[in-house]
């Protein structure tokens, strides 16, 4: 059963770093890709960026100065980690899974519960 | 980027009536290689995490009810529900996959009349 779940603090303050994590369950991170998406209160939904099966990276240009993500196969884990937060980043954060690996499939077919990050000091 | 434009904002809807939700491009989402649209649709209930409804445009997500139905190529496309029932009361998104950044519409909020 695929599963993934975000985890991180709830509450960051104002010009710092967040570290949230995605464990994942049911399927390797060799194998398939694994983005991040964001959605402040109220609003719509924003992709972030992508750690593709190979381990290579793609960012939103909108965040790519501030944005990092990685993984940790061996642990089922990705991070992401933003830095110069501010309170306009105040959002529930989502890892997502596409339903393949295959190149050019990248809808989100499995999703995380999200957590809620608040920027706020 | 490709910026991706919903209408209408919010539909108020009788249970049982069919409704439809556009979705526009900024440019084509149709890949000469293969003919394919590169489009999905979300419903989004409040509380929850996104649900994929329908990828390449038409095809619709293992499980997903048939009155859920996806049309359009290039830079027009539509999602219709045909006889709404109370538990499609949610928030529907558009997403284009051709290109990163991969890009969401702002929503369709769809309520009870």
């Known amino acids: 059963q695929v599963q993934l779940k975000e985890s991180g603090p709830g509450l960051v303050q104002p010009s710092q770093t967040l570290s949230l994590t995605c464990t994942v369950a049911?399927?390797?991170?060799?194998?398939?890709?694994v983005h991040w998406v964001r959605q402040p209160p109220g609003k719509g939904l924003e992709w972030m960026g992508v750690?593709?099966?190979?381990?290579?990276?793609r960012y939103n240009s909108a965040l790519k100065s501030r944005l990092s993500i990685s993984k940790d196969t061996s642990k089922s884990q990705v991070f992401l980690k933003m830095n110069s937060l501010q309170t306009e980043d105040t959002a529930t954060y989502y890892c997502a899974r596409e339903t393949t690996g295959i190149p050019g499939y990248n809808w989100f077919a499995y999703w995380g519960q999200g957590t809620l990050v608040t920027v706020s000091s | 980027d490709i910026v991706m434009t919903q209408s209408p904002s919010s539909l108020a809807v009788s249970a049982g009536e069919t409704v439809t939700i556009n979705c526009k491009s900024s440019?084509?989402?149709?890949?000469?290689?293969?003919?394919?649209?590169?489009l999905a649709w979300y419903q989004q209930k409040p509380g929850q995490s996104p649900k994929l409804l329908i990828y390449w445009a038409s095809t619709r997500q293992s499980g997903v009810p048939d009155r859920f139905i996806g049309s359009g190529s290039g830079t027009d496309f539509t999602l219709t529900i045909s006889s709404v029932q109370a538990e499609d009361l949610a928030i529907y998104y558009c997403?284009?996959?051709?290109?990163?950044?991969?890009?969401f519409g702002a929503g369709t909020k769809l309520e009870l009349k």
């Open positions: 440019q084509s989402l149709l890949y000469s290689g293969n003919q394919k649209n590169y």
């Open positions: 997403q284009q996959y051709y290109d990163t950044p991969y890009t």
């Open positions: 049911g399927f390797s991170l060799t194998s398939y890709n």
């Open positions: 750690i593709w099966n190979t381990g290579g990276t």
